[in-house]
């Protein structure tokens, strides 16, 4: 019998989001990212647009703290201590932010690498923030961790 490394499975009908978080899951678990622009070719980009109290509000993703997912909801903390609130999923949002500078610490936060102040096998601390890392993470979370 031969063995098939499945990442993952889908269901029909296969939602846009699902299709996204598997694929995000298998790129994960590689080391690799699905392929954006090519960066020698263009600039990349170093914000997105987040829309906000019914308006696209600019975000640089250096101002970025950590984003929370709130079920339909996400919650995103920026260094000048505004939070902003958009419909939208962490496997998203994810997607459409650069791999080196975040990181996944649990199926509900992304957290930005350049403002973690420490850590501990279970938590991250931003600020007065305190992020869980789960055990499913843990291994992933502390390697990248390591390498930083």
Request: proline share 4%; aromatic share 10%.
């Amino acid at each position: 019998m031969t063995e098939l490394k499945a990442v993952d499975y889908l269901l029909k009908p296969i939602s846009l989001e699902r299709l996204l978080q598997a694929l995000n899951k298998f790129f994960n678990e590689r080391g690799v990212r699905a392929k954006g622009p090519d960066p020698h070719t263009e600039e990349p980009d170093n914000f997105l647009f987040i829309r906000s109290d019914r308006k696209m509000v600019k975000v640089f993703f250096h101002d970025i703290l950590l984003v929370e997912s709130l079920g339909d909801y996400l919650k995103i903390h920026l260094a000048d201590r505004r939070i902003l609130v958009t419909r939208d999923s962490l496997s998203v949002m994810e997607s459409r932010m650069p791999y080196r500078e975040f990181l996944k610490t649990h199926r509900s936060y992304l957290v930005a690498l350049r403002w973690i102040d420490s850590y501990t096998s279970d938590t991250i601390c931003i600020g007065k923030l305190e992020v869980p890392i789960s055990r499913s993470h843990r291994e992933e979370v502390l390697h990248r961790l390591g390498e930083y």
